[in-house]
C-alpha cells in the first residue's frame, strides 16, 4: 500500500512548519516566528507504533511565483503538457540560486506528493497570490488549501472566495488549536482527493482513533497508580536511644514531600510521552512547574475541593459534618481535613509555600513513634490523613493530561497549570471519589476500589476520544 505523502507550500511565514506539526504529531519540526525559517524541504513521517501512515513535506516559502509562472507560459503550448513543463522547470533550475525555495517547494509535488496550500486568513486576499496558486494547479497533483488563522480570521471570506477558484476543497484549520477531531476530519477529507489515498488514510484515521483511546487508557493508569501510591504512602527512620526526635520528624517530613513530587513529575512525564510531547520541558518557551506547588496549601482549593465540596466529601467518607467556617470544618471532619479548613478559610489564615507546608506537616500527615525491642525508636511519618489531598493529586494530574491531550504539537506556549482542576465533577462524583479515597486509605478491599477508580479517571481522560 503506498504511503500517502502531502507537501505543505504557501508563502513565508503562514503557518505551514505548524501544521506539518500538529498533522505530524511532532514537535521536533522547527517553528519560527521569522520569515523564510524553513530553507530546505524536509519530510515528517506520522508513525504509530514505528509504521509510518502518511508523510508531510514542509517546504521553504514561495517568493518568486511570477516569475516561475511566466517561465511555464513560455515554454508550454496546450493544457495537456503543463505537469510536464512543471517538471522541465524544476530540471532546468535546480541548482539555480534564484528558484532555491521554489525547486524545493516542487520537488516532492513532482514526485508525486498531494499539495496542501497554507495562507494567512488573518491577511488580506490578493491578486498577486494567484501566480503561486496556478503553477499549483499546472502540476496537475490532487490539493486542497488551508486558511491557518494565525491572528484571527478578519479575511477568512475574503479567502475562501478566492480559494475556492483554484482547489476544489478549502477549509479553515487553525494549526495551534485544532482539535484532535478536527484534525482526523481532515485527514479523512485528504482520502477523497485521490483514490489511492482513500484506503491507507481509512485505515491512518482508524488507528490514531485506536492509539487515542490507548492514551488516554495509559494516562489513566499512570494517574490511579499516583494516587493509590500518595495516599498509603509513608517514611520511616529508625532513631538510636537518647537522641533527639524533633529533626528526624522534620527531616522525615521533607523526604515525604520530596517523594511524592519526584512521583507526581514522574507521572507527568509519562503522559506527555504518551501525547508524542517529548520537548515540552525544553522547548524554547519551557514548561514553567514549581513542583514544590504540590505542597502550597494556599493553593490547595484551587486543584482539590472547595470549603462546600470538602465537607460533602467528608459526609460521604464517614466524617460527622457541622459547621461551615475554618476551625469548624476541621472538627466535624474528625480531623480528616488536617487544618486546611482553618489554613485557608479566612483571608488571614492563607499561608503559602514551603513554609505552610512545613508548618502543617503534622496536619497534612501522621508523625508515629513506636519503640524498637534493641532500644531506639521507629519514627514514620504518614500516610497523609487528609481529605483533601486526593483530590488535590487528581485535580493536578486531570489539568496536566487534559492541557497535553488537547494541546497541539504546533503550540509551543508554556502549558498553564494554574488553573482551577475540579469544577467539572458532579456532587455524585465527588461523593463517591472520597469514599474511595477512604477505602484505599483503609485498606477497604484495596483492588476493586483501585479499579472503579481508574474507571472513573479514564471516563474523564476520555472525553475527547472519537468512536
Not at 489539568?399 to 488537547?406: G, I, K
Amino acid at each position: 500500500m503506498t504511503i500517502p505523502t502531502f507537501a505543505v507550500v504557501g508563502r513565508p511565514n503562514k503557518g505551514k512548519s505548524s501544521i506539518v506539526a500538529t498533522l505530524a504529531r511532532d514537535d521536533a519540526v522547527y517553528i519560527d516566528a521569522r520569515a523564510g525559517s524553513t530553507r530546505e524541504a524536509q519530510s515528517y513521517p506520522m508513525q504509530v507504533d514505528g509504521e509510518t501512515l502518511y508523510e508531510l513535506v514542509d517546504t521553504p516559502g514561495l517568493q518568486r511565483a511570477r516569475s516561475v509562472l511566466d517561465w511555464l507560459v513560455a515554454h508550454c503550448s496546450d493544457a495537456a503538457a503543463r505537469p510536464e513543463t512543471v517538471k522541465a522547470f524544476l530540471a532546468q533550475h535546480e541548482g539555480d540560486s534564484r528558484y532555491h525555495d521554489e525547486c524545493q517547494a516542487l520537488r516532492p509535488i513532482v514526485a508525486g506528493a498531494g499539495i496542501i496550500y497554507v495562507v494567512d486568513g488573518s491577511c488580506p486576499y490578493g491578486a498577486d497570490y494567484e501566480a503561486e496558486m496556478e503553477i499549483l494547479r499546472w502540476s496537475g497533483r490532487p490539493s486542497l488549501a488551508l486558511i491557518n488563522p494565525i491572528e484571527g480570521e478578519s479575511f477568512v471570506a475574503e479567502w475562501t472566495a478566492g480559494l475556492g477558484q483554484f482547489f476544489r476543497t478549502v477549509r479553515v484549520f487553525d494549526a495551534h488549536r485544532a482539535e484532535v477531531t478536527k484534525q482526523l476530519e481532515l485527514l479523512e477529507l485528504f482520502g477523497h482527493l485521490d483514490p489511492d489515498w482513500r484506503a491507507p488514510l481509512e485505515r491512518a484515521v482508524s488507528i490514531l482513533r485506536q492509539d487515542r483511546q490507548l492514551q488516554a487508557e495509559g494516562a489513566s493508569s499512570y494517574i490511579t497508580d499516583l494516587i493509590v501510591e500518595a495516599i498509603n504512602y509513608s517514611v520511616e527512620q529508625a532513631v538510636p536511644e537518647g537522641l533527639p526526635l524533633e529533626p528526624v520528624q522534620k527531616l522525615l517530613f521533607e523526604r515525604y514531600k520530596a517523594h511524592l513530587v519526584k512521583r507526581e513529575r514522574r507521572c507527568r512525564q509519562r503522559v506527555e510521552e504518551l501525547y508524542h510531547h517529548s520537548n515540552l520541558t525544553r522547548s524554547e518557551g519551557s514548561l514553567v512547574v514549581d513542583e514544590s506547588d504540590l505542597f502550597n496549601i494556599e493553593k490547595w482549593y484551587l486543584w482539590g475541593l472547595g470549603k462546600n465540596a470538602l465537607l460533602a466529601a467528608a459526609a460521604s467518607a464517614g466524617a460527622v459534618v457541622g459547621g461551615t467556617t475554618g476551625m469548624a470544618l476541621d472538627v466535624a471532619s474528625g480531623g480528616l481535613l488536617g487544618g486546611l479548613g482553618t489554613l485557608v478559610a479566612g483571608a488571614g489564615g492563607a499561608v503559602s509555600g514551603a513554609l505552610g507546608a512545613r508548618k502543617y506537616a503534622d496536619k497534612i500527615g501522621q508523625v508515629k513513634v513506636k519503640g524498637i525491642p534493641t532500644g531506639g525508636n521507629m519514627l514514620s511519618y504518614g500516610p497523609s490523613r487528609s481529605i483533601n489531598f486526593p483530590f488535590v493529586l487528581l485535580g493536578r494530574a486531570l489539568l496536566h493530561q487534559r492541557l497535553v491531550s488537547s494541546r497541539t504539537h504546533a503550540d509551543r506556549a508554556v502549558l498553564d497549570l494554574t488553573q482551577p482542576a475540579l469544577e467539572r465533577l458532579t456532587d455524585k462524583e465527588r461523593k463517591r471519589l472520597a469514599k474511595l479515597f477512604d477505602d484505599i486509605r483503609n485498606d477497604r478491599k484495596p483492588g476493586e476500589r483501585r479499579a472503579e477508580l481508574a474507571r472513573m479517571i479514564l471516563g474523564w481522560c476520555g472525553d475527547d476520544v472519537g468512536a
